[in-house]
């Protein structure tokens, strides 16, 4: 049985909201007038009796061959289809949805003639749906029985292939039996792979359920995939993937690999799996590498947030994989594995060896780095770990579940109540911490302690382990002079988590009536918690409330990761952005409520590779990405993914916006992916010809030269809800760079005053496809 996992109430509202996203999409999809060809319509014929392949490809013919965005239907019933089914692009329309509420069934016959690699395959499309309550079956037990029983068998067809193709989204179908792997993505990019069941004996051979390969921008959320092989296997070529919220079990794991099969092997980069539970598994995550010569490489990945059940090898690096022993020349594999990191994994192993990391004595293993795992085995609890040709930072064997040491700050002298300055005490926990050659936890209990600050936790320290709890609540002074940027710093610390179900209050209404009173002697105020220049930091489960500034705010930092938590601060507070990120990579912000007075999320310069997933926002000013372009030679911004966020009573919904300034900065590779506004005044906007107070930007007599930062390859895909301004869509643009590339899909917004919505467009290049509302500009 699956465990069972329970989720708080805030967590709970959140999923119901994107649970109502992704309904109102959905009946949306088939609200607005689109050409529907139902395969009954054009011959097909339910029963398993008559096969339907060559009415899958005249429907096929006519949705690519029509000047409107077409849905391919098939209804509720058995089709037997023998295939193979080879869907061509490119389409004459991007906006092609094939809806499957029926069953495709495959012939159990491996051995026809004509089935080869692929069953379905869609290939060179671009802007393509596949969903549906249906199922696909690809019948694959005789062949695995061929397998098994060792005899002369082909591979078999994939069940659903995706080859060359750009912005494909497969959603809520479910995939059985396949004869060999049961989806498969390559050589595309920016695919969507959502709410999927794959499922197939744990003895059929080959049954991997998604196999990515040569590849980008490829996610895989709230799946559930039962196989008899890797549940999600990721091959060389690919780039920025993501798994997240997946079931897997029985089955081999999450795997890379395995990779240096050949020598001039493309690598594997910007890998993240998170949110997974295995159960019942061969592997857990791992990485398998030939051991062969090969160019190949991993670098970039990440496992966060795993937890196992009874899994045989939860965490294991294998460079010495050779099947059978046949074609290895036995000197040890070429790939070079490098900045590799495993977090928050925990569960029960069925190994005594719960952590196998044998690399490679050619180019061994670098940068692999292990926080908070704790693995247990059988009735002694005491698993172990091996490591051959590695190298790191983690816990060595055999101690995975690690002890901790705790200062509670009560015991060091701090006062609860709110009247005696516990900074002293907070700087003498860390001191002591920070030095311990042993992970170490600073605990702050139940009860309010006044914290007059600031205070800078700095490192680098003896340990990378050091937790902070907050149980209480931290609050700041009142008065706002004299603090400086920040209230609480973590300065060049790495592996530290910060959680608890505590409150930092930043006591901002001082300065805040300051602000709007417009007296001329406001600071900015102290961000309430600074994460600067540090790499490896979780932040989760706190409560955030009335900052002078910024609530949380990363600079110059790695790896950092806020989940689970609660902003608040009045609609009316000046700069009380929730969380601000500047010249960062790789960080996470998931599962938050953001309610305050500026931006829920701002992303400034120099950010990259930035995920925003399942934020609450509101009120406040939105999720921006800016302001950009405030000076000549500024860092870009990059790989930014916005997803499954709902904003209600927002200034804006999602925004980019730059100084009208000359700026050699630039916005690459955003996604704005399956977004709910609820009466908010600008959904979607791009502002380059921001100047507060049209102070300090250079214009010609009534004319703003405009900003000289670059935007590109933006996409907006399932945003829907109500706008209490008219404009809904402004793409308002530098008139000296334009924006390029900006691509609309499946756009659903209304206006909530008389009139019809409306669309804008300045100096703006870009394509929509799928059902757009108002209709698009571009």
């Not at 096929?60 to 209804?75: D, F, H, N, Q, R």
């Not at 829920?600 to 009120?619: K, L, Q």
């Amino acid at each position: 049985m699956a465990p069972h996992i329970d989720r708080p109430a805030h967590k709970r509202t959140l999923v119901l909201l994107l649970l109502l996203i992704s309904t109102f999409l959905s009946a949306a999809q088939l609200a607005i007038a689109r050409r529907v060809l139902n395969v009954v319509n054009l011959g097909g014929v339910p029963g398993l009796r008559k096969d339907a392949t060559g009415v899958l490809h005249s429907a096929w013919s006519m949705a690519c061959g029509s000047p409107e965005p077409a849905t391919i239907l098939v209804p509720a019933g058995e089709f037997f289809v023998a295939g193979p089914v080879v869907f061509q692009g490119p389409c004459v329309n991007r906006g092609i949805e094939f809806l499957v509420e029926g069953s495709l069934v495959a012939d159990g016959d491996y051995s026809s003639p004509g089935v080869g690699n692929h069953w379905i395959k869609f290939e060179h499309v671009d802007w393509v749906t596949v969903r549906g309550s249906g199922t696909i079956d690809g019948q694959g037990a005789a062949l695995w029985r061929c397998k098994n029983a060792r005899q002369d068998c082909p591979l078999g067809p994939k069940s659903l292939s995706i080859s060359h193709s750009n912005h494909v989204n497969i959603t809520d179908l479910t995939f059985f039996n396949s004869k060999f792997f049961h989806i498969y993505v390559g050589g595309s990019s920016n695919v969507r792979l959502h709410h999927l069941t794959i499922q197939a004996p744990g003895d059929s051979p080959n049954t991997d359920g998604i196999h990515i390969q040569e590849s980008d921008d490829v996610s895989i959320t709230e799946a559930t995939i039962r196989t008899g092989d890797d549940c999600i296997s990721i091959g060389h070529g690919s780039t920025n993937v993501l798994a997240d919220g997946v079931f897997c079990g029985p089955g081999h794991g999450i795997s890379i690999g395995s990779l240096g099969n050949e020598a001039d092997e493309d690598g594997v980069q910007n890998i993240w799996v998170r949110n997974v539970v295995l159960s019942g598994t061969q592997n857990g995550v791992r990485i398998k590498t030939w051991a062969k010569p090969s160019r190949a490489f991993v670098n970039g990945v990440t496992f966060q947030g795993a937890q196992m059940y009874n899994v045989n090898k939860p965490i294991i690096i294998d460079q010495n994989y050779c099947p059978h022993n046949l074609g290895c020349p036995h000197y040890g594999s070429g790939v070079k594995i490098n900045n590799v990191t495993f977090s928050g994994i925990e569960g029960t192993s069925a190994s005594q060896i719960a952590v196998k990391l044998d690399c490679s004595p050619l180019s061994g293993c670098s940068g692999i780095r292990m926080h908070n795992v704790n693995l247990t085995y059988g009735d002694s609890g005491r698993a172990q770990s091996i490591c051959n040709h590695v190298s790191g930072t983690f816990l060595t064997p055999p101690q995975l579940a690690v002890a901790k040491g705790v200062i509670n700050i009560v015991e060091l002298g701090a006062v609860a109540g709110g009247k005696s300055d516990t900074t002293g005490v907070l700087l003498k926990a860390w001191t002591t911490a920070c030095r311990s050659p042993e992970p170490v936890t600073v605990f702050v209990p139940a009860g309010q302690f006044l914290v007059v600050g600031p205070v800078t936790f700095q490192g680098p320290c003896s340990n990378q382990g050091v937790e902070l709890v907050v149980e209480g609540s931290l609050v700041a002074a009142g008065s706002y002079s004299g603090v400086g940027e920040s209230w609480f710093t973590f300065e060049q610390v790495q592996w530290v988590s910060i959680h608890g179900r505590g409150t930092i209050d930043g006591q901002g209404a001082a300065l805040w009536n300051c602000k709007i009173s417009h007296q001329t002697n406001c600071p900015l105020g102290s961000k309430s918690l600074a994460i600067s220049h540090s790499n490896h930091v979780n932040v989760s489960d706190l409560t955030f409330v009335n900052s002078k500034f910024f609530h949380i705010y990363v600079g110059g930092s790695s790896d950092v990761h806020l989940h689970n938590l609660n902003v608040r601060a009045p609609g009316d507070s000046p700069n009380t952005d929730g969380i601000h990120i500047q010249d960062s990579d790789g960080v996470s912000v998931t599962l938050t409520d953001i309610r305050t007075g500026d931006d829920c999320i701002s992303i400034g310069p120099g950010s990259t590779n930035v995920v925003a997933d399942g934020v609450f926002c509101g009120p406040g000013h939105g999720i921006s990405i800016g302001s950009l372009g405030n000076r000549e030679n500024e860092a870009g911004v990059k790989n930014i993914w916005v997803r499954n966020v709902v904003l209600s009573g927002t200034q804006n919904g999602v925004r980019i916006k730059t100084r009208a300034l000359p700026s050699t900065g630039f916005v690459d590779s955003v996604t704005f992916q399956d977004a709910n506004m609820q009466n908010v005044r600008n959904p979607i906007i791009i502002d380059q010809n921001y100047c507060p107070h049209k102070f300090d930007c250079p214009q010609a007599p009534g004319v703003s030269a405009g900003s000289g930062v670059r935007i590109n390859n933006v996409t907006y895909s399932g945003i829907q809800g109500t706008s209490t301004s008219q404009e809904v869509m402004n793409f308002d643009c530098s008139p000296q760079r334009g924006c390029t590339a900006v691509h609309l899909q499946n756009i659903n917004l209304t206006f909530t005053g008389n009139g019809k919505p409306l669309s804008v467009c300045n100096h703006v290049a870009g394509t929509a496809k799928g059902f757009i509302i108002p209709p698009s500009c571009l």
